[in-house]
């Protein structure tokens, strides 16, 4: 080549160049330029983050539509890792999540930000404070979110503030035409002992009812192995430092559960935070008596429960039917405890539930109450992890005494009723339902194993473009409800991700 050709390459390279310049300062050209040089800052800061030593000893990986996540260390860095490695997922979360708060209860998000940063985040533990802070900084290292502690403490307590604060607060303040708020009613779970299993230890199984617009979204494994306290292994939303729907296990052999108490009433604003108290017990029990003590120390009455608890130490299990100004505790070491929403001791029913209606055994909480009694009593002296995962995926309507999936079956499918739930404002075809299954025994406890299953936990799914063609009354939900796709059982155990 001579060196002529080679300077009339040159300037025609200079001139395509420009030619692209100019093109790009126009309209879309300048639009791409700017998408690159964005997604280039944002590449650098997230290599940056990576390279961030709090984030040493975590990792993440995916399976059977999980997302499983290793987090160690003290409170900032196990925060910074929750933050970081589930950025995208958070800011997801926060969106659905946070559009779910504001709608029912006709509230903006500044309410929840006023409630989560003058009325909760003082009863914060420094611990979980650190935690929460952690969140926000890996969050902001990994995507660049706006996001800030308030919004993230107020999203922790989106099982408690809207459903148990707001109506506590309408009713108080006298708010005219005040939303028709009714506290949820979240899950179908069982923990069974001594004669009633196979190998006479303990088994417990839940599966998570919400709508699934969040019940879709609710696919983390957690594995935590905190600084102070017992390591953890439980499932969860990204940004939460609680199970929340709750299902965990700890190294000192405590076996968690819950299903939520239906038509509970009552706030108690100086309390501490039911997600706190729910993280500090999975974190810092080591025996049924010390749980129930963590939960009842500052009971705010949020997100009431009937805690289902095991102790694979003693074989021992429990309920702690644990009302605002009422609460039980049953304890055996041969029997069954079921839960479906629905409270039984008198005092909480009478104190606590005063709208409840045990006896009508039309609605979710008591058809299914029914059916675990039938399916139980049926399995006795069986009952292993396998049995379990096949029970919460029952679809017998106790009721009209046949098969078939609604909102009265253990997994739940409302938005195919067109009755839909009304004790928790749940209107016909609702779409909500079972969104997630787990289920674990004292073997696997102590190996720190459980196996989870994501979607219904029959195994079906839900579609979300043909639900929403049939029912327009939930167009509000269209951007963030998704299809929630049924996933095979699949097994998660305590360590890093797997490669
Ligand atoms: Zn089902």
């Given at each position: 080549m001579t060196d002529s050709i080679r300077r009339a390459i040159a300037v025609l390279i200079v001139l395509c160049g420009t030619a692209a310049l100019w093109w790009m300062g126009n309209g879309v050209g300048a639009a791409a330029a700017n998408d690159a040089m964005t997604a280039t800052m944002a590449k650098a800061r997230e290599n940056a983050a990576a390279n961030d030593?709090?984030?040493?000893?975590a990792s993440r990986s995916e399976k059977g539509g999980w997302i499983y996540v290793h987090l160690e260390g003290g409170p900032a860095e196990i925060g910074y890792q929750h933050g970081y490695l589930l950025g995208p997922e958070i800011e997801d979360a926060f969106a659905a999540v946070s559009a779910g708060m504001t709608h029912p209860t006709q509230r903006d998000w500044g309410f929840f930000r006023k409630a989560a940063h003058e009325m909760l985040w003082p009863k914060i533990d420094a611990e979980y404070q650190e935690e929460l802070k952690g969140i926000v900084a890996g969050l902001h290292a990994r995507?660049?979110?706006?996001?800030d502690v308030d919004d993230i403490v107020a999203f922790n307590a989106f099982e408690e503030l809207p459903d148990y604060y707001v109506p506590w607060y309408n009713k108080r303040q006298k708010v005219a035409q005040a939303p028709n708020l009714k506290s949820p009613g979240n899950c179908s779970a069982f923990v069974a002992t001594g004669s009633w299993t196979k190998d006479g230890q303990i088994v417990i199984a839940h599966n998570n009812w919400t709508n699934y617009v969040n019940g879709e979204r609710w696919r983390i494994v957690f594995d935590i192995a905190p600084k102070t306290g017992q390591r953890m292994l439980m499932d969860g939303m990204p940004g939460v430092i609680a199970s929340d729907d709750d299902f965990g296990i700890n190294d000192a052999g405590l076996m968690v559960t819950e299903t939520t108490i239906t038509q509970f009433e009552g706030w108690d604003p100086n309390g501490k935070a039911e997600f706190v108290r729910a993280r500090q017990a999975l974190q810092y029990a080591t025996t049924i008596d010390g749980y129930t003590k963590i939960m009842l120390d500052?009971?705010?009455?949020?997100?009431a429960n009937d805690w289902l608890l095991g102790d694979r130490k003693t074989g021992e299990i429990a309920q702690l039917e644990l009302g605002l100004k009422a609460y039980k505790l049953w304890r055996t070491k041969d029997g069954v405890f079921a839960g479906s929403n629905w409270a039984r001791d008198p005092k909480v029913l009478k104190e606590d539930t005063p709208q409840f209606d045990p006896k009508n055994m039309q609605t979710s909480p008591n058809a299914r109450r029914t059916r675990w009694d039938e399916l139980l009593k049926e399995h006795k002296g069986k009952i292993d992890v396998e049995l379990a995962q096949k029970m919460i995926g029952d679809h017998e309507d106790s009721f009209e005494k046949k098969e078939d999936p609604d909102?009265?079956?253990?997994?739940?499918?409302?938005?195919?009723?067109?009755?839909?739930?009304d004790v928790w404002a749940w209107g016909p075809y609702f779409p909500g339902g079972a969104v997630q299954g787990k289920a674990t025994d004292s073997a696997m406890t102590k190996d720190m194993r459980l196996t989870a299953r994501m979607g219904h936990p029959c195994g079906g799914d839900f579609l979300a473009k043909p639900f929403l063609a049939a029912h327009p009354e939930y167009a509000w939900q269209e951007p963030y409800l998704r299809d929630m796709l049924g996933h095979p059982w699949t097994e998660f155990h305590s360590g890093p991700a797997e490669k």
């Amino acid at each position: 080549m001579t060196d002529s050709i080679r300077r009339a390459i040159a300037v025609l390279i200079v001139l395509c160049g420009t030619a692209a310049l100019w093109w790009m300062g126009n309209g879309v050209g300048a639009a791409a330029a700017n998408d690159a040089m964005t997604a280039t800052m944002a590449k650098a800061r997230e290599n940056a983050a990576a390279n961030d030593p709090r984030l040493k000893g975590a990792s993440r990986s995916e399976k059977g539509g999980w997302i499983y996540v290793h987090l160690e260390g003290g409170p900032a860095e196990i925060g910074y890792q929750h933050g970081y490695l589930l950025g995208p997922e958070i800011e997801d979360a926060f969106a659905a999540v946070s559009a779910g708060m504001t709608h029912p209860t006709q509230r903006d998000w500044g309410f929840f930000r006023k409630a989560a940063h003058e009325m909760l985040w003082p009863k914060i533990d420094a611990e979980y404070q650190e935690e929460l802070k952690g969140i926000v900084a890996g969050l902001h290292a990994r995507t660049g979110s706006k996001l800030d502690v308030d919004d993230i403490v107020a999203f922790n307590a989106f099982e408690e503030l809207p459903d148990y604060y707001v109506p506590w607060y309408n009713k108080r303040q006298k708010v005219a035409q005040a939303p028709n708020l009714k506290s949820p009613g979240n899950c179908s779970a069982f923990v069974a002992t001594g004669s009633w299993t196979k190998d006479g230890q303990i088994v417990i199984a839940h599966n998570n009812w919400t709508n699934y617009v969040n019940g879709e979204r609710w696919r983390i494994v957690f594995d935590i192995a905190p600084k102070t306290g017992q390591r953890m292994l439980m499932d969860g939303m990204p940004g939460v430092i609680a199970s929340d729907d709750d299902f965990g296990i700890n190294d000192a052999g405590l076996m968690v559960t819950e299903t939520t108490i239906t038509q509970f009433e009552g706030w108690d604003p100086n309390g501490k935070a039911e997600f706190v108290r729910a993280r500090q017990a999975l974190q810092y029990a080591t025996t049924i008596d010390g749980y129930t003590k963590i939960m009842l120390d500052g009971n705010n009455g949020g997100y009431a429960n009937d805690w289902l608890l095991g102790d694979r130490k003693t074989g021992e299990i429990a309920q702690l039917e644990l009302g605002l100004k009422a609460y039980k505790l049953w304890r055996t070491k041969d029997g069954v405890f079921a839960g479906s929403n629905w409270a039984r001791d008198p005092k909480v029913l009478k104190e606590d539930t005063p709208q409840f209606d045990p006896k009508n055994m039309q609605t979710s909480p008591n058809a299914r109450r029914t059916r675990w009694d039938e399916l139980l009593k049926e399995h006795k002296g069986k009952i292993d992890v396998e049995l379990a995962q096949k029970m919460i995926g029952d679809h017998e309507d106790s009721f009209e005494k046949k098969e078939d999936p609604d909102e009265r079956t253990l997994c739940g499918h409302t938005d195919a009723s067109s009755r839909g739930v009304d004790v928790w404002a749940w209107g016909p075809y609702f779409p909500g339902g079972a969104v997630q299954g787990k289920a674990t025994d004292s073997a696997m406890t102590k190996d720190m194993r459980l196996t989870a299953r994501m979607g219904h936990p029959c195994g079906g799914d839900f579609l979300a473009k043909p639900f929403l063609a049939a029912h327009p009354e939930y167009a509000w939900q269209e951007p963030y409800l998704r299809d929630m796709l049924g996933h095979p059982w699949t097994e998660f155990h305590s360590g890093p991700a797997e490669k």
